[in-house]
Each structure stands twice: as C-alpha cells, then as structure tokens.
C-alpha cells in the first residue's frame, strides 16, 4: 500500500463513523418524528399561540399592539379575582377531605378478602361514572323541593334548600359532589403504595408498643412519600381543570358564587370573544398550577423515604 492510500485510509475512518452513528440513530429520529410533531402541534404549539395572544392589546379596535394591557384588565376585573378565590376554596375543600378520605379508605380496605372486595367496589363506583353525568345526577338529587335530598331531609322536619340557588351553599354543594367522585380514584394510589409498605416493620412496631396512631404517623405516612407526591400533583391538576359539573349544573351562579377560573376563561373566549382576556388568564392559571405543584413536590419530597 502507498502512502498515498495509507493517507486517503486515515481520512476515511473518521468521516465514516459519524455516519454509522446517524445511520444507527436513524430509526429512532423516524419512530420518534410522529410523536414530535403531534406534541408541537397539540402541545407546545398552543402553549406558545395562548403566550402571544396574551399580549395582543386593541385586538376589537383594529390596532393589535403589543403589552401588558390584557393582563392590567384581566387583575382589574372583580369577576376573575372572585373565580380565583373561589378556585382556592374549591381546591382546599375537595383536596384535603378527599386525600384524608382515601387515605382513611385505604387503610380499612387494605386487607383483600370478600367483604372489603364489596366494599371497593362501591368506593370505586363514582370513578365510572363521568363527571357530567354525575353533575347531571346530583342537579335532579339537589332539586330543591322535589329533590331527592330534599324529600328526606323534610321527613326529618327540615325546610326546603335550595343547595343550588344559594350563595352560601352552591360552592360548597359542588364541592362536596367534587369529593364524592375523586376519593375512590385516590383510594387506588394509597392502596398500591399501602402494598409497598413492609409489614415486617408494621410488626416489630407492634410488638414494641407502638399504637394505631404511631404507627401510622412513624412508619406508614413517610414510607406513603412517593405516593402523595404523585397524588397531590394530580390532585392540584384536577381542582383547576375539572369544571364539567359546573357548567352542567350552575354555570357560574349564582352571582359567580361557584365561578371557578377555567369556566371564567371559558366565558371571556367562548362568550365574551375576549382571546385575550383569556389568554391572559389561562397564562397565570397555569404558572399558578406550576407554581403549586412545584411547591408540593418539594415539601413532599423533604420527607420521603425510598426504599432501597
């Protein structure tokens, strides 16, 4: 061999193998081109339209400019400050009472045998049913007067409510509605992390001295650690985007009493034909839920036991 080839060789190898790299890497550019560009279309690509349509001003004048101006209406507006404080209440209301309920569940139907099987499945029952048609149930059950909550509670002497109709109570009866669905979806998270708790520990806990309440507060909720940062994520996530019952059952009354933030931005876009308005508050709903569930995970994660 020459020098000549020895020389033309050398060259050769080094402009080769970045080319056996990109043809190896070549069928998964292929499998993975859908899925990039569904995410782009469908994901990425309204995220970045609502961001720019969130500082379009003028857009009913003719003359699109470029500010702040939707996001100072959007923090003027008293409607939008009453939906976010009804969001918070809301998401107190039906978070705390539906983990605790599903927590509480999952500890009574821990052990697998017929009776708690019945058992499950009836706290698993409302997770069927879809939250509109559940909406729909409760809209006839919450009547007032011909109800059927009301029938029965006028057997026991007590006037008629309108759960619906009133400020006082239409938040808190779609609250409770909230918890009825979302507690046996709860219940199968607590149960699959109660399943990785190791009972030789529960034991040697038991045969020290420790009670119920010691046990559950020193061995069962910090190995649960992982469990509740996957749930209380998803629960955050849950109380900003459900809003199927309120549009079925309230529409935002009465008086913007059950108003919650994804029905108030349906309202500006859908009726109000305000893009920019609900932009701009779908663009701080979301930060507000990053935020939140950012917070969460790190609080959880402080202490959280893994198991090795």
């Known amino acids: 061999m020459t020098i000549e080839e020895r020389a033309i060789g050398a060259v050769a190898v080094p402009l080769a193998a970045p080319r056996r790299r990109f043809q190896g890497w070549l069928p998964v550019f292929v499998l993975l081109a859908p899925t990039v560009v569904f995410l782009g279309l469908f994901t990425y690509g309204p995220v970045l339209r609502v961001s720019w349509e969130s500082f379009i001003v003028g857009r009913f004048a003719g003359d699109h400019a470029l500010g702040f101006g939707n996001y100072q209406r959007l923090f003027a507006d008293p409607h939008f400050a009453r939906a976010a404080l009804n969001n918070l209440i809301y998401a107190l209301g039906t978070i705390v009472p539906s983990l605790v309920l599903a927590l509480a569940l999952a500890l009574a139907l821990r052990e697998t045998n017929r009776f708690t099987a019945i058992l499950r499945t009836l706290v698993m029952m409302p997770l069927l049913i879809p939250l509109v048609a559940a909406a729909a149930l409760f809209t006839f059950i919450l009547l007032p007067g011909d109800g059927l909550l009301d029938f029965y509670l006028r057997k026991l002497g007590v006037p008629m409510i309108n759960w619906l109709g009133d400020t006082n109570l239409a938040l808190g009866s779609v609250i409770a509605i909230t918890v009825w669905k979302n507690t046996g979806y709860y219940m199968l998270f607590f149960l699959a992390g109660l399943a990785g708790v190791p009972q030789d520990l529960v034991d040697a806990a038991t045969i020290d001295g420790a009670g119920a309440w010691r046990r559950l507060r020193s061995i069962v909720l910090p190995l649960l650690g992982p469990t509740f940062g996957f749930v209380v994520p998803i629960a955050l996530l849950n109380a900003l ?68």
Not at 272 to 294: H, M, Q, R
């Open 241 to 308: 985007t459900q809003v199927d019952h309120v549009v079925t059952m309230t529409q935002g009354g009465p008086s913007d009493a059950t108003n919650l933030l994804l029905y108030y931005i349906y309202q500006q876009a859908a009726q109000n034909y305000d893009t920019g308005l609900a932009s701009a508050a779908t663009v701080i709903s979301v930060a507000a839920l990053l935020s939140l569930s950012l917070i969460s995970f790190r609080l959880i994660e402080r202490g959280v036991h893994y198991e090795s």
